[in-house]
Protein backbone atom coordinates (compact mmCIF):
# COMPACT_ATOMS: atom_id res chain seq x y z
CA UNK A 1 0.00 0.00 0.00
CA UNK A 2 1.46 3.57 -0.78
CA UNK A 3 2.16 5.45 2.45
CA UNK A 4 2.82 9.71 2.25
CA UNK A 5 4.34 11.50 5.45
CA UNK A 6 4.32 14.87 6.43
CA UNK A 7 6.20 15.40 9.21
CA UNK A 8 5.13 19.02 10.05
CA UNK A 9 1.76 19.02 11.53
CA UNK A 10 1.79 22.46 11.91
CA UNK A 11 4.04 25.74 10.41
CA UNK A 12 4.39 29.16 10.49
CA UNK A 13 6.00 31.98 8.68
CA UNK A 14 7.09 35.65 8.22
CA UNK A 15 5.30 37.29 5.84
CA UNK A 16 7.98 37.73 2.65
CA UNK A 17 9.85 34.90 4.25
CA UNK A 18 10.27 31.31 2.60
CA UNK A 19 8.89 28.00 4.29
CA UNK A 20 9.57 24.46 2.83
CA UNK A 21 7.19 21.81 4.22
CA UNK A 22 8.00 18.56 4.03
CA UNK A 23 6.49 15.50 2.07
CA UNK A 24 7.93 11.73 1.90
CA UNK A 25 6.06 8.70 0.18
CA UNK A 26 6.45 5.39 -0.40
CA UNK A 27 5.50 3.77 -3.44
CA UNK A 28 6.08 0.63 -6.04
CA UNK A 29 5.26 2.57 -9.24
CA UNK A 30 8.30 4.15 -11.57
CA UNK A 31 5.81 6.39 -13.16
CA UNK A 32 3.93 8.73 -12.30
CA UNK A 33 3.11 11.71 -10.59
CA UNK A 34 2.94 14.07 -7.32
CA UNK A 35 0.61 17.10 -6.42
CA UNK A 36 0.44 19.63 -3.77
CA UNK A 37 -2.75 20.77 -2.92
CA UNK A 38 -4.22 23.47 -0.46
CA UNK A 39 -7.16 23.98 1.52
CA UNK A 40 -7.40 27.32 3.47
CA UNK A 41 -9.90 28.07 5.86
CA UNK A 42 -12.67 28.50 3.19
CA UNK A 43 -12.42 24.74 2.63
CA UNK A 44 -12.15 24.99 -0.96
CA UNK A 45 -8.88 22.54 -2.08
CA UNK A 46 -6.92 23.86 -4.86
CA UNK A 47 -3.77 22.27 -7.05
CA UNK A 48 -1.00 24.02 -5.98
CA UNK A 49 1.67 22.20 -7.78
CA UNK A 50 2.05 19.04 -10.25
CA UNK A 51 5.85 17.43 -10.32
CA UNK A 52 5.94 14.59 -13.02
CA UNK A 53 8.21 12.09 -11.76
CA UNK A 54 10.05 11.02 -14.72
CA UNK A 55 11.49 14.41 -14.84
CA UNK A 56 14.25 15.59 -13.45
CA UNK A 57 13.59 19.01 -13.32
CA UNK A 58 11.70 20.35 -10.32
CA UNK A 59 8.43 22.00 -11.06
CA UNK A 60 7.53 25.88 -10.63
CA UNK A 61 4.52 27.78 -10.69
CA UNK A 62 4.94 31.81 -9.60
CA UNK A 63 6.06 31.16 -5.71
CA UNK A 64 5.82 27.60 -5.56
CA UNK A 65 8.54 25.26 -6.25
CA UNK A 66 9.33 21.47 -5.46
CA UNK A 67 12.42 19.76 -4.62
CA UNK A 68 11.71 16.21 -5.77
CA UNK A 69 14.29 13.12 -4.56
CA UNK A 70 13.02 10.32 -6.62
CA UNK A 71 15.42 8.35 -5.09
CA UNK A 72 14.90 9.61 -1.61
CA UNK A 73 11.17 9.32 -2.61
CA UNK A 74 10.81 12.96 -1.30
CA UNK A 75 8.89 16.08 -2.51
CA UNK A 76 9.08 19.21 -0.55
CA UNK A 77 7.18 22.14 -1.02
CA UNK A 78 8.70 25.28 -0.72
CA UNK A 79 6.85 28.89 -0.72
CA UNK A 80 8.73 31.73 -1.74
CA UNK A 81 7.46 35.39 -0.20
CA UNK A 82 5.05 34.26 1.69
CA UNK A 83 1.56 36.33 1.92
CA UNK A 84 -0.76 35.78 4.29
CA UNK A 85 -3.61 34.55 1.29
CA UNK A 86 -0.98 31.38 1.69
CA UNK A 87 -2.66 30.42 5.34
CA UNK A 88 -3.66 27.04 5.06
CA UNK A 89 -3.42 23.18 5.10
CA UNK A 90 -1.35 22.47 2.89
CA UNK A 91 -1.68 18.66 1.04
CA UNK A 92 0.65 16.06 -0.60
CA UNK A 93 -0.47 13.36 -2.75
CA UNK A 94 1.82 10.99 -4.85
CA UNK A 95 -1.85 9.56 -6.13
CA UNK A 96 -5.39 10.69 -5.92
CA UNK A 97 -6.11 7.76 -3.18
CA UNK A 98 -3.38 8.54 -1.03
CA UNK A 99 -3.12 11.91 0.46
CA UNK A 100 -0.57 13.16 3.45
CA UNK A 101 -2.44 14.53 7.09
CA UNK A 102 -1.64 17.74 5.88
CA UNK A 103 0.20 20.16 7.54
CA UNK A 104 -1.09 24.03 8.47
CA UNK A 105 0.58 27.08 7.25
CA UNK A 106 0.36 29.89 9.46
CA UNK A 107 1.66 33.09 7.39
CA UNK A 108 1.76 35.97 10.23
CA UNK A 109 2.00 39.57 9.27
CA UNK B 1 -17.10 27.22 -17.03
CA UNK B 2 -18.90 25.54 -13.48
CA UNK B 3 -16.59 23.85 -11.02
CA UNK B 4 -17.23 21.14 -8.86
CA UNK B 5 -21.05 21.64 -7.17
CA UNK B 6 -21.63 19.26 -4.68
CA UNK B 7 -25.13 19.75 -2.31
CA UNK B 8 -26.04 20.16 0.39
CA UNK B 9 -23.38 22.25 1.77
CA UNK B 10 -24.30 21.05 5.23
CA UNK B 11 -26.50 18.57 6.80
CA UNK B 12 -27.92 17.40 10.02
CA UNK B 13 -28.96 14.24 10.76
CA UNK B 14 -30.28 11.70 13.54
CA UNK B 15 -28.38 9.56 14.22
CA UNK B 16 -30.10 5.96 12.51
CA UNK B 17 -31.22 7.80 9.21
CA UNK B 18 -30.18 7.63 5.97
CA UNK B 19 -28.57 10.46 4.05
CA UNK B 20 -27.58 11.13 0.14
CA UNK B 21 -24.89 13.12 -0.86
CA UNK B 22 -24.69 14.80 -4.09
CA UNK B 23 -21.64 15.17 -6.71
CA UNK B 24 -21.99 17.48 -9.89
CA UNK B 25 -18.73 17.07 -11.91
CA UNK B 26 -17.40 19.42 -13.95
CA UNK B 27 -18.84 18.98 -17.51
CA UNK B 28 -16.48 16.36 -19.35
CA UNK B 29 -14.33 15.25 -16.53
CA UNK B 30 -14.40 11.62 -16.84
CA UNK B 31 -12.73 10.50 -13.42
CA UNK B 32 -15.10 11.60 -9.93
CA UNK B 33 -13.58 10.66 -6.38
CA UNK B 34 -14.84 11.02 -2.89
CA UNK B 35 -13.35 11.70 0.36
CA UNK B 36 -14.07 12.32 4.18
CA UNK B 37 -12.02 14.69 6.07
CA UNK B 38 -13.03 13.87 9.99
CA UNK B 39 -12.04 17.33 11.93
CA UNK B 40 -8.38 17.87 11.21
CA UNK B 41 -7.61 15.25 9.57
CA UNK B 42 -6.36 13.94 6.27
CA UNK B 43 -8.50 13.13 3.40
CA UNK B 44 -9.65 9.62 3.39
CA UNK B 45 -10.29 7.87 -0.11
CA UNK B 46 -13.52 6.11 -0.47
CA UNK B 47 -14.85 5.49 -3.59
CA UNK B 48 -13.70 6.18 -7.28
CA UNK B 49 -15.53 6.08 -10.84
CA UNK B 50 -13.44 6.23 -14.06
CA UNK B 51 -15.87 6.05 -17.17
CA UNK B 52 -17.36 3.30 -17.39
CA UNK B 53 -15.45 1.31 -15.69
CA UNK B 54 -16.91 -0.81 -12.64
CA UNK B 55 -15.64 1.94 -9.65
CA UNK B 56 -12.64 1.27 -7.03
CA UNK B 57 -14.82 0.83 -3.93
CA UNK B 58 -11.57 -0.18 -1.88
CA UNK B 59 -12.00 2.98 0.90
CA UNK B 60 -15.56 2.45 2.07
CA UNK B 61 -15.13 1.97 5.06
CA UNK B 62 -18.38 -0.60 5.93
CA UNK B 63 -20.99 -1.57 3.76
CA UNK B 64 -23.60 1.43 4.81
CA UNK B 65 -21.76 3.26 2.62
CA UNK B 66 -22.32 3.16 -1.45
CA UNK B 67 -21.98 5.50 -4.24
CA UNK B 68 -23.70 5.44 -7.68
CA UNK B 69 -22.54 7.94 -10.80
CA UNK B 70 -25.43 7.86 -13.14
CA UNK B 71 -24.69 8.63 -16.90
CA UNK B 72 -21.25 9.33 -16.45
CA UNK B 73 -21.75 12.31 -14.48
CA UNK B 74 -23.80 13.26 -11.46
CA UNK B 75 -23.14 10.66 -8.43
CA UNK B 76 -25.20 10.42 -5.09
CA UNK B 77 -23.19 9.31 -2.00
CA UNK B 78 -25.28 7.49 0.33
CA UNK B 79 -24.89 6.66 4.29
CA UNK B 80 -27.19 4.45 5.62
CA UNK B 81 -27.98 4.04 9.11
CA UNK B 82 -25.71 7.12 9.81
CA UNK B 83 -23.74 7.00 13.12
CA UNK B 84 -21.60 9.77 15.14
CA UNK B 85 -18.39 8.60 13.65
CA UNK B 86 -19.78 9.44 10.59
CA UNK B 87 -19.67 13.24 11.10
CA UNK B 88 -17.13 15.11 8.83
CA UNK B 89 -16.87 17.00 6.01
CA UNK B 90 -17.21 14.56 2.49
CA UNK B 91 -15.36 16.27 -0.06
CA UNK B 92 -15.98 15.64 -4.23
CA UNK B 93 -13.34 15.85 -7.10
CA UNK B 94 -13.56 15.39 -10.82
CA UNK B 95 -10.05 15.08 -13.47
CA UNK B 96 -10.41 15.41 -16.95
CA UNK B 97 -8.55 12.14 -17.68
CA UNK B 98 -8.44 9.79 -14.44
CA UNK B 99 -5.68 8.97 -12.66
CA UNK B 100 -2.28 9.69 -12.59
CA UNK B 101 -1.54 12.78 -14.66
CA UNK B 102 -4.72 14.76 -14.19
CA UNK B 103 -5.13 17.34 -11.28
CA UNK B 104 -8.16 17.13 -9.06
CA UNK B 105 -10.72 19.97 -8.95
CA UNK B 106 -12.58 19.87 -5.29
CA UNK B 107 -16.00 21.01 -4.54
CA UNK B 108 -16.49 23.02 -1.75
CA UNK B 109 -17.61 19.55 0.49
CA UNK B 110 -20.64 18.42 2.34
CA UNK B 111 -20.18 19.05 6.34
CA UNK B 112 -22.23 16.11 8.06
CA UNK B 113 -23.26 16.27 11.18
CA UNK B 114 -24.82 13.04 12.74
CA UNK B 115 -26.70 14.05 16.52
Known amino acids: AQTVTQSQPEMSVQEAETVTLSCTYDTSENNYYLFWYKQPPSRQMILVIR??????QNATENRFSVNFQKAAKSFSLKISDSQLGDTAMYFCAPTPLVFGKGTRLSVIA | GAGVSQSPSNKVTEKGKDVELRCDPI?????LYWYRQSLGQGLEFLIYFQGNSAPDKSGLPSDRFSAERTGGSVSTLTIQRTQQEDSAVYLC?????????????FGNGTRLTVT
Open chain 2, 93 to 105: ASSLQGFRDSPLH
Open chain 2, 27 to 31: SGHTA
Open chain 1, 51 to 56: QEAYKQ
